[in-house]
């Protein structure tokens, strides 16, 4: 992204230098190098500002503005919901799932509340649930040997029982960690400090 900068105010923005120009070629178009032509045409790259990750915040572009002189791509970084919430209706009643009832509408039957109410997940509730499939994909692997030993009691390789205890502790570990996270922040540095073990 590139901005002419006159005065001390974006004059226009564009996604190439061409299009700053409207494809037309401008004065000065005889300089020898692009940087040359950049800064004789007042023409600047376009910064970003802060854009945090998106697993873990809604991130809104804002306008391009000047900052210290450099134009720059502002944006609004939203935390997403930590935790779950009941969802509510605009006056503030708790919702719930609709299931068909036959008898309702004096027998015509029609869609009322159930007792479940309905919930808008936070990341902690994703994340375990991220956390306990990627252990379930490991221990899938080897499942096969746990159930030759409950059904024949075929022992379990000592190397595949250690492997299998190291998952279920990091799983473990990794739930307590999302649970006992006090903001987004402290979230994302849980999820990527995962450390799961390797079969040997």
Known sequence: ?????????????????????????????????????????????????????????????????????????????????LADEDSKDDDGNQLYVQVWDADANDGDGGYVNSSEKIIKRGLKTNMTEQVKTVANSLLAKTDWMVIRKAERDVAIPSATATYRAAVLTECARLETAITNAADVDALAVVMAAQDWPRED
Request: charge should be negative.
């Open 1 to 81: 992204m590139f901005a002419i900068v006159e005065d001390g105010a974006i004059v226009r923005t564009a996604s190439t230098v061409q299009k700053l120009f409207n494809y037309s070629v401008p004065d000065g178009a005889g300089i020898a190098t692009m940087s040359e032509f950049m800064s004789q045409m007042n023409v600047k790259d376009v910064v970003n500002g802060e854009m945090k990750d998106g697993r873990y915040y809604y991130v809104t572009a804002e306008d391009i503005a000047l900052v210290d002189g450099v134009p720059t791509q502002a944006y609004t970084n939203t935390a997403k919901r």
